[in-house]
Antibody, heavy 120, light 106 residues
Framework: EVQLEESGGGLVQPGGSLRLSCAASGFTFNSYWMHWVRQAPGKGLEWVSRINVDESNTIYADSVKGRFTISRDNAKNTLYLQMNNLRAEDTAVYYC?????????????WGQGTLVTVSS | DIQMTQSPSSLSASIGDRVTITCRASRTINSYLNWYQQRPGKAPKLLIYVASSLQSGVSSRFTGSGSGADFTLTISNLQPEDFATYYC?????????FGQGTKLEI
């Protein structure tokens, strides 16, 4: 069974930093591309970032480019999102998700999310 | 960026009804269109991928269709567990944008 468990969320002041982690299990982590998607309170889904299997290809939404960094540790089956210079508008539930990683790529599994609140 | 527009934004229906949700892309995305269901307080769940392929374990009451820029999600014989918010997402070109969501209410 595919399982994705996020951690690291919490309350942080504007301008601060936070690192989210996502522990993956139930599949061969180093064979799958991975994503982060977020959802502000009461709002819709916003795609944030994607990483390929060996970290050689990463892409970001314009809203986080230059502030967020996606990475992974295949030995630990863990995905990360380093978030710097946080803003109030970054307040959201952050979901770790798996890419199908086949010919057609799409998000096929999601974690339960971790809440990040940016406030003074 | 590719903009995804869903309609309607909200929809009221009854148990046993059939409903259709529409998703339009701002440019052609071939068949790179996926549908997700999100129940309150829960993570999204994949229903349909590549416009019309049913994800394993998902009820056959869910049907996706379309190609190019116009897509639909049809839910037949509505059941209580279907009342949720539905999102389309294009996976053709980054950023992989979502529609604004359609809230299906009783």
């Amino acid at each position: 069974e595919v399982q994705l468990e996020e951690s690291g969320g919490g309350l942080v002041q504007p301008g601060g930093s936070l690192r989210l982690s996502c522990a993956a299990s139930g599949f061969t982590f180093n064979s799958y591309w991975m994503h982060w998607v977020r959802q502000a309170p009461g709002k819709g889904l916003e795609w944030v970032s994607r990483i390929n299997v060996d970290e050689s290809n990463t892409i970001y939404a314009d809203s986080v480019k230059g502030r967020f960094t996606i990475s992974r540790d295949n030995a630990k089956n863990t995905l990360y999102l380093q978030m710097n210079n946080l803003r109030a508008e970054d307040t959201a539930v952050y979901y770790c998700s798996r890419d199908s990683s086949g010919f057609y790529q799409f998000i096929d599994y999601w974690g339960q999310g971790t809440l990040v609140t940016v406030s003074s | 960026d590719i903009q995804m527009t869903q309609s309607p934004s909200s929809l009221s229906a009854s148990i046993g009804d059939r409903v259709t949700i529409t998703c339009r892309a701002s440019r052609t995305i071939n068949s790179y269109l996926n549908w997700y269901q999100q129940r309150p307080g829960k993570a999204p769940k994949l229903l349909i991928y590549v416009a019309s392929s049913l994800q394993s374990g998902v009820s056959s009451r869910f049907t996706g269709s379309g190609s190019g820029a116009d897509f639909t999600l049809t839910i037949s014989n509505l059941q209580p567990e279907d009342f949720a918010t539905y999102y389309c997402q294009q996976s053709y070109f980054a950023p992989f944008t979502f529609g604004q969501g359609t809230k299906l209410e009783i």
